[in-house]
């Protein structure tokens, strides 16, 4: 059933392109120029008009509602806040019938992501799902919502689920930054032509496989990473450190480039290993200045960069490339090398990638 994989994980990793795509199937029709989200449907005026809008996951998913941060509010410009389910449904929060809460789970039976929906229900808030699972208890404890189709995700550390949802949550903002006029036609087509094409930017992403396990032997004795990114790839740092966490028990954390100098820039030295996102973006002049800082301090810095970047392969030790897509879409395309990095080091340390220490697929009680 791993389909002549060594384990879930790598399978996963390699279903991306196949699961982005059934994740847009249906609601990107590219010839037509429109976008379809059954589930938004009766709730687009809703979104159209909120004031804010909360989205509540953990882990993982929570990541995921980190870049649909940088989606919702760049391409429809409504607030957004990203909170932890665990968290939020403690800490008596502020909520009224004007808002929309979206709620990001892979399994759908989440204690905490399921609490946090009890509680802004109560408040009269709409709740939208965006789950994997179909019929599991955030599903139907939603008022509307959207499902990814990512298939059913076996290994425990969450790598298509991610991606699913990113591509559901990017169609999302794309759908209500057109409603509500902040993105225009020619805009929301452009970036419908970039989304159609992240499944074989995705494929080209996992060629780079040989070369990712050539990194991991490399590394696979350090006792510490740091993952650096800013914008887009920031939530893409803060998963790609957890996903090393989670199966290679390595301590590694993930942090915008920008916020090393207040602190984690003590700890880099001839023997940490930072892994920064710098892929051609509007702070890619900022991230190549983080690395110079990375590199006065010996730090080994593991680059992702764009394809053709000629500055950063003079810095780094390693280069990973992967092809250039639009900035909000990058986060798509930036994590598989993470993802590969992270399973590989696991296998090499002996670990067990798909059923990691402590872990539980899904986290049922609080
Ligand atoms: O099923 P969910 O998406 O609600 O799960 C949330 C987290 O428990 C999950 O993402 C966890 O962090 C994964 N093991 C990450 O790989």
């Avoid at 139907?140 to 189709?149: F, I, N, Q, S, V």
């Avoid at 590694?252 to 001839?270: N, Q, S, T, V």
Wanted: glycine fraction near 8%; charged fraction near 25%; charge should be negative.
């Amino acid at each position: 059933e791993k389909g002549g994989y060594e384990h879930f994980m790598l399978k996963e990793i390699f279903e991306q392109p196949r699961s982005i795509l059934d994740s847009m199937r249906g609601r990107l029709e590219l010839e037509a120029g429109h976008l379809n989200m059954g589930g938004i449907r009766a709730y687009e005026r809703k979104f159209a008009n909120a004031e804010r809008i909360l989205i509540v996951a953990c882990g993982t998913s929570w990541h995921a509602g980190l870049v649909a941060e940088y989606l919702i509010e760049d391409l429809a410009r409504v607030p957004v806040e990203v909170e932890y389910a665990s968290e939020f449904r403690y800490r008596n929060p502020i909520i009224t019938e004007r808002d929309i809460v979206i709620a990001i789970s892979q399994s759908g039976e989440t204690a905490d992501t399921l609490a946090a929906i009890d509680l802004a229900k109560s408040k009269g808030a709409t709740i939208f799902g965006i789950c994997n699972v179909v019929g599991s208890s955030i599903a139907r404890a939603t008022d509307a919502g959207a499902y990814t189709h990512a298939g059913p995700e076996i290994g425990v550390a969450s790598t298509k689920a991610f991606t699913a949802q990113v591509t559901v949550l990017t169609l999302l903002a794309m759908i209500v930054g057109h409603q509500r006029g902040t993105l225009s036609d020619t805009k929301l087509r452009e970036l419908m032509m970039e989304l159609s094409n992240i499944p074989s930017k995705v494929e080209k992403a996992l060629l780079l496989d040989a070369e990712i396990k050539q990194i991991a032997e490399i590394f696979k004795d350090s006792t510490n990473f740091l993952y650096l990114g800013r914008g887009y790839n920031f939530p893409v740092a803060l998963e790609g450190a957890l996903k090393l966490k989670e199966i290679s028990y390595i301590h590694a954390e993930g942090y915008p480039a920008a916020e090393m100098k207040h602190g984690p820039i003590a700890l880099i030295d001839e023997n940490m290993p930072v892994v920064v996102i710098a892929t051609k973006d509007s702070s890619y002049e900022k991230v190549v200045s983080n690395i110079q800082e990375v590199k006065a301090r010996k730090g080994r810095i593991i680059a992702v960069v764009t394809e053709g970047d000629d500055v950063i392969p003079g810095m780094a030790e390693f280069v990973i490339e992967v092809p250039a897509t639009s900035e909000a879409l990058m986060p798509l395309v930036s994590v598989v090398p993470l993802q590969l990095l992270s399973y590989h080091i696991a296998v090499l340390r002996g670990c067990n990638v798909d059923q990691p220490r402590n872990l539980a697929k899904s986290v049922t009680v609080e």
